[in-house]
Every structure is written in C-alpha cells, then in structure tokens.
C-alpha cells in the first residue's frame, strides 16, 4: 500500500473528489468526439460488412470507461462516467450503463486491486457481453442466423479485449508518463503493474 502517503492513505477508496468529477468529465468530453467520429467508421464498415461492421470497432464504445477505471481505481468509474451526459439522450444512458457493468464486473472480481493489462482486456470482454446481451434483445439480434450471432459475439469480444482493454491501457498509461496523472491514484503503482 502507499505507507506515508498522508492524509489521503486514511480516505476511503470509494470517497469521490472534486478532482476525480473533473477526470471523468474531461474524459467524457473527449471521447464524445472520438464516438462521432467512429460512429461515421461504423457507418462505412456497415456498408461493406453488413452488421458486423460495427463489431469489429464495438471495443472502441467501451474504452472510456476502462480508462477511467484505469485512472482512478475506484469502484463504479467504469459507470459513473456516463453519467457525466451524452447528446443521444436516454437509451444511450441505458446502454452505457450496461457497459459500464460488464466491464465493472472484471474490476470487482479482483476486488478493485488489479489494474494490469489482462484485467484491462477481460474488462472490454465484459463489456461486450454485457452490451451484446442487451443488444440481442434490443436490437433484435434473434432475427439473424444462429451462425452470424455467435460470428458477432466473438468479434465483439476481441474488439473489448484489444481495443478498449489493450488500447484503452496504452492511452492511460501514455497520459501516466506525460506526469499530468501525478495526483491520480494510476501515478502510485509500481513499474511491475503497469
């Protein structure tokens, strides 16, 4: 643990910060621009793919919320961060949320303690899960074949494994090294983690 780091070391890991809303804001932000512009990918990919067009990018739906798990190691950042607003209203809230579960069940399952690249990945995997169960029903999945359902899961879940647990670990520990992390808990763990 962080002997000697202070004050804060007596602070319970779910008591949330000023600083910690600000995080999530910020990220929420950036991200929503990254989602545009992967919405319009999606489009193009959909074109040429059919419905799995959008499997092979899904990861990147999941990335924000890993990232800012991955940034301050508290339980419910993977969900709290779509709670921050989106511009396609309700149902996007809904569906975040399921997301945000799936890849809050990986963290929970190392009881807030593991942060390293294969809890990353097994957290875009949940998310996928999640979401793609609430798609099937959503989105009315049962219409298509047995074969392409499972061909979609899988891809999915590849995608939440590389791109929003391998890639959503790159960015966060990329910002790590730039130091404007220091305050955050991600800025206290050992190389070995990382």
Known sequence: MNAGSGRESHIPMQHWKLKDIVMLSSLSVVFAVVYLLFFQVGNVLVGFMGPMGYEVIFGIWFIVSIIAATILRKPGAAVIEVLIGNAVGPILI???????????????ATRYRSYSRKTLMLAGVGAALFSFAWGYFRSGFGAYSAGLVIAMLAVR???????????????????????VLRSYPIAKEGARAA
């Open 157 to 179: 879940c590849v995608s939440g494994a590389f791109i929003a647990g391998l890639l959503g670990h790159g960015i966060a520990h990329s910002l790590k090294r730039t130091g």
């Open 94 to 108: 809904v569906s975040a949320l399921i997301q945000g579960l799936g890849a809050e069940a990986a963290f929970a």
